[in-house]
């Protein structure tokens, strides 16, 4: 760990922007998942200094959190604008034939149709340990895992709705 915050940032860049590119890729386009990257690195930048102290798992799950702020605060502008985003960045982003996009809807629906909260555990669940997950939540490991459990069952059951097995 390094006391240079400039050094700082580039360890933490290189660790983890892979991870934090695919956490936005899942959900937005290329172009606004590098974005919301960007925003994310600006926000380590800005808050470099007090991640000296704290050990590398530490500095992952408080970069995670960011990285989940910054997500909920464009879902917000997106939301505030009430503009049709997913089709504006289907035509912005990746070409998917009819059938892709079709089930990429169907998909996203099901998606919706869980709790706010439940849509964010699977998501850092992808890139964070469930003691990672516990401490940007507050609340124990056994609960995060016992917590995803419940919102993959969930998932599973909004996708068979749709006729979508994975």
């Known amino acids: 760990m390094s006391n240079n ?15 934090i590119y695919r956490y936005f890729r899942r959900e937005f386009s290329s172009e606004v998942a590098e974005d919301l990257c960007q925003q994310t690195y600006l926000k380590l930048w800005e808050y470099i200094e007090t991640l000296h102290n704290k050990n590398i798992f530490q500095q992952r799950a408080w970069l995670f959190t960011v990285a989940k702020n910054v997500r909920n605060d464009y879902l917000r502008y997106k939301s505030s604008h009430q503009q049709n985003f997913i089709w504006q960045e289907l035509s912005e982003g990746d070409k998917l034939t009819e059938l892709d996009l079709e089930k ?22 992808q890139y ?22 419940k919102a993959k069952h969930l998932l599973s059951e909004n996708l ?7």
């Open 5 to 19: 915050p400039s050094r700082l940032f580039k360890e933490l860049w290189s660790k983890y922007q892979k991870s």
């Open 104 to 125: 990429s809807l169907l998909i996203q629906k099901a998606m919706e149709e869980l709790s706010k909260e439940d849509r964010e555990l699977l998501g850092m669940a």
């Open 160 to 166: 068979k709705k749709y006729d979508i097995v994975m």
């Open 128 to 149: 964070l340990t469930s003691n990672e997950i516990g401490e940007v939540l507050g609340i124990s490991a056994s609960a995060v895992r016992s917590r995803i459990q």
